[in-house]
Structure formats: C-alpha cells, structure tokens
C-alpha cells in the first residue's frame, strides 16, 4: 500500500537472505517460517507487523479486529509450513492518545485468537510510539517438515475462494458493506488444520500462504528453488465468491484475484507420485481444496481465460519501500 | 521518556496479566521471559521494541549500534531466566527515506550481535512506517527455570557496575564523551554466561535484569511472589563506575544508579542454604558479583547511604504512556 520507496521487501530480503542455515537452523531465511531444531524437536517460527494506515486503517476495523487479525496473519505463515501453532508473543506501540479501554479491546482481538485458533499468549512488550503498530510472533512445533520444492507436471491447489478479502478491503473504501466479503478482508481464518492434514500424508511437494497476491505468492511458489521452473493457471478454475459480480467489473475482479493479496488460503503442489492418494483422501474426507493449473518448465507465470493465455509479470503485491 | 500517556505499563501488564498459566506455559505473564515446554524441552522467550526517538536517538548511536543493542536488551530478558539463547527474528519498520546502506548497516548490527553473542537470526518481517523501529524475539532453551521467589534474609547482588549506561546517555546529551560510559549505553553487553552458571548450580531465588532501574527493578524482584517482602541496600556497596565523579554532581550519580535504568546487569538474591557455596564457588571461579544488600520483611525498599536510611518510592523509571 505504500509505494514511496525506491526498493522493494524482495530487494531487502535478498540482502538478509545470504544467511546460513545451520543443524539448528533447517531452512534459511526467505521461507514462510523458520524452522529451528531444538534437542529434536522441531519448531516453526515467524513474525509479522501490522502498522496503522499500512497494514490497516481504524476506519475499516475495530482494534479487536485488527488485533485478532494481527495474529491470523502471523499465524498463515505457519500453516503455510504445516505447523502446530502453539504460542505467540506481542509487541505493541502505543501512541499518545490511546486509552485503557483501546489496551482492553487489543486484550479482546488477542483473547478472541487465543480461542479461535488454540493458541496462548506468552508475553510481550509496550513500547511508546507515534505510530499503533502491533508485532506478532508465533512459534508451532513441526512434524513433517516440507522444503519448497515443487518440480515440473504437479497440479496445482488453492485452498479457496480467492479476491474475496481484497475486494472486501475495496468495499469498505467505497463504504459499502457485504460481510461475507469483509469479514474475509477483517478476520481472516489460515487453514491451519487443513495444512496439519496434507503436510502429515506426504502429499505436498511445496507449500505457501498467499498473502500478496495469487500472482505473486505463486511466482514464489514454484521458482523457490528452481528459477527454471513456470506454472499455467486456469481463470475458470480460481474459486471466487460469486458476490464479486454484484459489486465489481470484470477488469476489477481479474485484478483482485490475481494481484489483490491478503487472502491467507494455501496455495500448493502435489507430488505426482502422490495425485491418485491425494486425490482418493481429497473425496473421503470432503476436503475444500481447488486444482488451478499445473507447473511447467517455461520459466513463467501464464494464466488462460477464454482461451487465451496471459504471462503474468511482476504485476503483484510487492511492498514498496 | 515519553510520559504523554495517563497510565504506565504497570498497568498495562496487570490487564495482561489475568492470563493462566497451563502445562505448557509455565510461567504466567509477567516474568522477564515467558517459560514454555514442547515435548519435554523447556524454552524462554522474550520479546522487545526498540522505537526511535523513544528508546534511542540517531545522533546517539549508529544505526549498526541501534540494531545490535535491539538484539542486546532483548538478550537480557533471557539472560535473567538463566536460558542459553540460541535464535532471534526481528521486525523492521522502515520510515520513507531509509536508504539500502541503512538496511546493510542494520543487518550489519545482527551480524555483530550473531558473532558477540552466538545465536543466530532466523528470520523477519518489514513493514512500512512513519517511525523506524526494530522488535527482537529471542528463543532460547532453558534447562535449569528459575521461578522468581526470594525470601527474607536473602543477600541481594548486582553483577557490575550500575549507573554507567545512563551516564552514557547523559553524557552523549551534554555532547561529552567517555568511551567507557557511552559505549554501556550504545552496546550493553548482557551477562549471559553468568546467568547460565548461577543457575545450573542452584544458588539463586530469584534474578531479574536491570532493565528501569535498580530501584524499580529490586521492588519487582523482591516483590513478585510476595508483596510484604521488603529489601535493603547499601550505597557504598553498589558497584559504580569511578569516571562518574568526573562528569555529574553527587546528587545526579545518586539519581542515575537508582533510578537511571539501561544497565542490563542481573540483580539476584542467594537462596540462605546455599549461601556458603555460593560465596565459594564465586571464590573458586573469581567470578565478578557484588553483593549490595538484604531482603526483609518490611514490604519497603530502602538503601543507606552515610549511616541515613532513605525509603525509596516507585521513582523508578516507569515507561508512562
């Protein structure tokens, strides 16, 4: 959302990426979440912030809301790594003005969480700051453990509606209410139990949470590991909310989908040796997963509608700094 | 430093502080880390911000210091638990401005705390921001959990100098240098090793870091489990830096020991049945502790100073809000 910047998070991370990994330390930084190794236990790890009038405005949200949201977010990145949540810690910045009962309703977002998502506070830190920011670290024991891998020909799934939560964000701008669409944008629900499942079975040969993009978080999907490799989605095949029609132009709702971000679904690939099992436990236990289209080696990212195919640029959610 | 807000964060931790511990999660809110169990392995975590303008300034410090010493008071929470620390991840909140040698220098202070204190950066998160701040999460493991309960008649210590970091500080407003001062401030060095010692060898009753100042910090130490418990130290027995007499009058250095904060030295109290071999093993390993008092059971905290005894208020520094 801010764009004054002359370089990009990815430009960043590349500067913090020449990191090594380590017997403790499995993955490198750069992935979802860290995984660490403590006397054989396995543990995922990641932080996110959320910064007022960056990541969320008071005039879209209560600050239960944002609070709560605050957590949801973190907590994609460990579902996207097929983790147990368990914890998370907050730091607060807390401007001049706020008052108790804002403290007791940031209490309430992070309590409201707590049971959501079977998680516990363990502690944090208030800091005195211009800015009402709220950092969140959530750390999930980790059992099966996947490295981002995805090879050529391996279908690829969405976990469900995508564009909803950005166009519910596009909604309240345009001070229009439909909750289903943002409630999405407000409270969103990582699929932690549904990442527990297909990371436990050995299905997954990647897996990633969509938080910029489709577009975007799907580049960084399947060329993690090899640069070489592409992907071709099908735009029948996206599930989306079919309120996005009541509200949006086509052009608008092409955009949102592809480029809109802050979805939280999964977004993975099958082992091909893997599909028939995948696909038989996907109908025996009535699982919510879309197939979307299928990886490549062309080095790009296509999508087809009315079959014609699109190579998709650059064109997601990077923040700009 | 910023008192705008009407209530201070003692507060804010009483409305945190409702939540329960469970079997996981052993300590409770409050402590200077929070103490969790997976799978048999006990582990501190701790989080801390640092903002600027509020817990540092520009014209203060380098922004590789500013980075290092995020890593350092972070550091000391786990430090003061006895655990050996072992990962960190950080969230930035970059301003428009901050340039790509700001994001080196700032990675470069990671690296320096990585090498200084062998633990290792696993991870982060940027956002944008009106205000650069920088939150650290530690995680390290911890064999030997020390619940804070210090009893009467327990000997109090310090484990270095107290006053210095704040003369530092003071120092650097009045455009004065003194290496010695001024780097405690810019680079505090947490007293890892020595928490780790005293505790695995169960001397201790209780331990915190010198975080808000010695004053603040002994009611919170002597007074966590038990609020009757009182405390008195002795001026002449706290270690201070002799450089202090060079720059600030008697009543100033008064001021910045007991009330000055930035310390991160460990304040302690000594289990009375392990007094003896405490006092050895210090002996034995010259290690470098210095006892500056005895709890009682007066529910006050005092200090004598030339025969007088002074009865000291919450003049300890509180972050107000």
Known sequence: MSKEFSFDEIDILKLFRNDKTSTSFLNGIGDDAAVIKIKNQKLAVSCDSQVNNVHFKFEFSTISQIAFRAVSVALSDLAAMGANPLFFTNSLHIPK????????????????????????????????????????????????YIPRGSLKDEKIYVS????????GLNLLKMKKVDKQLVEKYRTPIPKVELAKRLSSKGFLSSMIDITDGLAIDLERLVKFKRKTLGAQIEWSMIPKSLNLEKYFSNKKIFEMVLFGGDDYELLFTIKKNKQKSFEDYVKNNNLSVFEIGTTNTTGNICISKNSKVIKIKNGGYVHKF
């Open 97 to 144: 003005g706020f008052s108790k009962r804002d403290i007791t309703l940031t209490k309430k977002g992070f309590t409201d969480a707590e049971k959501r998502f079977n998680i516990q506070l363990i502690g944090g830190n208030i800091a005195s700051s211009k800015v009402f920011a709220i950092d969140v670290t959530v750390i999930g024991s980790l059992d099966n």
């Open 160 to 167: 469900g509606n995508i564009g909803s939560a950005n166009a």
